[in-house]
T-cell receptor, first 112, second 115 residues
Framework: GESVGLHLPTLSVQEGDNSIINCAYSNSASDYFIWYKQESGKGPQFIIDIRSNMDKRQGQRVTVLLNKTVKHLSLQIAATQPGDSAVYFCAEKYRGYSTLTFGKGTMLLVSP | EAQVTQNPRYLITVTGKKLTVTCSQNMNHEYMSWYRQDPGLGLRQIYYSMNVEVTDKGDVPEGYKVSRKEKRNFPLILESPSPNQTSLYFC??????????????FGPGTRLTVT
């Protein structure tokens, strides 16, 4: 719900702009990464994933970039729309484990 | 429709009164998990289950119990709720991660308030 957005970093963009949401992950041994979108009052929804043997992966209007050197992950959203307004979470999977560790999230606000 | 359902969606209770939050999925997923979400802390895993009768602790298991008697159901039990368990709870499911997929499907959430 709306309380999830408290204390989160916020990115504000205009409709039609490209958005870039960043995520610093913690474990250099992580071998899988995933982005989720959470709209107000709903559960997280899968956007895109990437394995550590890749640098880039593209989906529909979204691109995930992985920089293992600096342990950085980014989600690029092309032609951002008001419906993209949500909290975005990255998550990592440590090698040898089967569970995901989630980041704290970034709120994306898109103005018409 | 493929989905994860949780009940109740909202619950206000008092300290010490046992409660159960149910979770059910209709996708024949092996893996199920419970998370709590708190402002500023993100999603933290409580318990997970790789398959029927197999459960493991996540990052914040204290004060919670789970069971996995059937593949589709994964209830979360609070034997003696306390105010610090006031939170937004999510159930999630996925195919067996050993198959290389970790995409989890989340339920709509249960907002629990313990007074």
């Amino acid at each position: 719900g709306e309380s999830v957005g408290l204390h989160l970093p916020t990115l504000s963009v205009q409709e039609g702009d490209n958005s870039i949401i960043n995520c610093a992950y913690s474990n250099s041994a992580s071998d899988y990464f995933i982005w989720y979108k959470q709209e107000s009052g709903k559960g997280p929804q899968f956007i895109i994933d990437i394995r550590s043997n890749m640098d880039k992966r593209q989906g529909q209007r979204v691109t995930v970039l992985l920089n293992k050197t600096v342990k950085h992950l980014s989600l690029q959203i092309a032609a951002t729309q008001p419906g993209d307004s949500a909290v975005y979470f990255c998550a990592e999977k440590y090698r040898g484990y089967s569970t995901l560790t989630f980041g704290k999230g970034t709120m994306l606000l898109v103005s018409p | 429709e493929a989905q994860v359902t949780q009940n109740p969606r909202y619950l206000i209770t008092v300290t010490g009164k046992k409660l159960t939050v149910t979770c059910s999925q209709n996708m024949n997923h092996e893996y199920m998990s419970w998370y709590r979400q708190d402002p500023g802390l993100g999603l933290r895993q409580i318990y997970y289950s790789m398959n029927v009768e197999v459960t493991d602790k996540g990052d914040v298991p204290e004060g919670y119990k789970v069971s996995r008697k059937e593949k589709r159901n994964f209830p979360l039990i609070l034997e003696s709720p306390s105010p610090n368990q006031t939170s937004l709870y999510f159930c999630a499911s996925s195919h067996n991660p050993a198959g290389g997929t970790y995409e989890q499907y989340f339920g709509p959430g249960t907002r629990l308030t313990v007074t």
